[in-house]
């Protein structure tokens, strides 16, 4: 996941004898689960043009890769959690492991069948053990040294994160986008030998990029087997007794988390909406060839969000969180608008900006609505802010069904409509329900 959000649950290891010193390989290990969840995350924009012409689907068609992914995460969050509180975090994170790997391995019997369901099915295989390695990776990451230093390290591992946002679209236009673009007459007037030997062949350049990601997720796998790793265990909170619950009441109590759940749906919608359909976009808006929007995706979008994240925690000292956020939202809506209205490199390049101001959004919403919460409501919230994620299954499909009727640029009214409920939290949602 982009956000990054850290709960307010603690862990501590189990007595062990071990020292700080020898957390240096398991951290590294943990460390490297940022990165390749993140690769999936953004090899997503570049499979949703390929795959369209592969399998020669819609614009809506094609936006079912986003919801494969999302909608994982939604069904497997609270099971993952499950897992990994009876067999512990190490037996979930390989778990996880095996399931990408399994995931990854599923494209090439995919791509061999040329079915489009077999690529969902391999998607959601994916992010199911997504889920479980997100889940386990920042309490360990916590736990893996000196306590006064875990929020460094935490920060540290999220720069994987944006590593990967940055690689994966770069490495994706590379090796996946064949370059090859037809359209639809030319297609229609192909023989239907020589049609299905292209099919075949865009089908096919997954093949090695997924092999290759599943055999070092394995080998990954295989480390995290033999190497030997610190127990977790959550810290018991007193405040989280049953007779205590009873005294909190209903967590629905509090319209700002509520607030914050509801801009939370929307936001990831329009963070997934608006990369996911960007290839697509700049072919309709100024001709680029797929592979340039691919590399332009990682080099300048990928690498803006790694960079926002750094420049809004800096900004943070000095402007309240919400303020920022808020102005964000605004100059996010502004950039959308002007690239639904204009064409050419100014529509290009005002969609490409927008991941820089998108970078703060899902931390900032996620501490807005855990604020002046306690004990079990606390925890109970952060379940219900993570599962909001599943706005990325649903708004996707809605940009695919628009640019059908209409145009891929029309479409981007999505992401303007999710960014006016993030303006709107974080002026008066966040507010709602409070004292002060």
């Not at 090439?108 to 386990?136: D, H, R």
């Not at 236009?173 to 299905?196: C, D, N, R, V």
């Not at 695919?400 to 008066?428: E, H, M, N, R």
């Amino acid at each position: 996941m982009a956000g990054g959000a850290a709960t307010t649950t603690q862990y501590t290891t189990a007595p062990s004898g071990n020292k700080a010193s020898g957390y240096l390989f398991p951290f590294i290990l943990v460390t490297s689960l940022f990165f390749l969840w993140a690769l999936v995350h953004n090899l997503s924009p570049i499979l949703i043009p390929h795959l369209k012409k592969a399998c020669m689907l819609t614009d809506t068609q094609s936006s079912f890769i986003d919801s494969a992914v999302f909608l994982a995460y939604f069904l497997l969050a609270l099971p993952a959690g499950f897992f990994m509180k009876r067999f512990g975090f190490k037996a979930g994170i390989i778990l996880g492991l095996m399931l990408y790997a399994a995931g990854a391995l599923l494209f090439i019997p995919a791509a061999n069948s040329g079915q489009y369901a077999f690529f969902l099915i391999a998607l959601f295989v994916i992010a199911s053990g997504l889920t479980f390695l997100e889940t386990a990776a920042n309490p360990y990451v916590t736990i893996l040294g000196k306590p006064e230093t875990a929020t460094q390290r935490l920060n540290l591992a999220q720069c994987f994160n944006g590593l990967g946002a940055f690689v994966a679209p770069i490495i994706g236009a590379q090796f996946i986008l064949s370059g090859t673009e037809h359209t639809e007459a030319e297609l229609k007037a192909m023989p239907a030998a020589e049609l299905q030997q292209y099919l075949a062949g865009e089908a096919a350049t997954v093949k090695m990029p997924y092999m290759i990601i599943g055999i070092v997720v394995i080998l990954v796998a295989v480390l995290f087997i033999f190497t030997k790793l610190p127990d977790i265990k959550e810290e018991k909170d007193e405040k989280t007794t049953a007779g205590n619950q009873q005294k909190e009441g209903s967590i629905f109590k509090h319209k700002h988390l509520i607030a914050a759940i509801i801009t939370q749906f929307f936001y990831v919608g329009a963070q997934v909406g608006v990369s996911a359909f960007f290839i697509r976009f700049a072919k309709f808006a100024g001709h680029m060839p797929e592979k340039d929007a691919g590399f332009l995706l990682g080099a300048v979008a990928g690498l803006g969000f790694m960079i926002g994240r750094f420049v809004g925690t800096f900004l943070m000292r000095y402007v309240k969180p919400h303020t920022l956020l808020a102005l964000y939202a605004l100059v996010n809506v502004v950039l959308v608008g002007i690239a639904m209205t204009t064409k050419g490199d100014v529509a290009i390049y005002t969609v490409l900006a927008v991941p820089f101001f998108m970078s703060i959004m899902f931390p900032t919403i996620f501490s807005l609505g855990l604020e002046g919460l306690e004990g079990g409501h606390t925890k109970l919230g952060s379940s219900l802010l993570v599962m909001s994620i599943v706005g990325g299954a649903i708004f996707p499909p809605a940009m695919g069904l628009i640019s059908d009727a209409t145009s891929i640029q029309t479409a981007y009214i999505i992401p303007v409509v999710c960014f006016l409920v993030v303006l709107w939290f974080a002026t008066k949602g966040f507010k709602l329900g409070r004292v002060n």
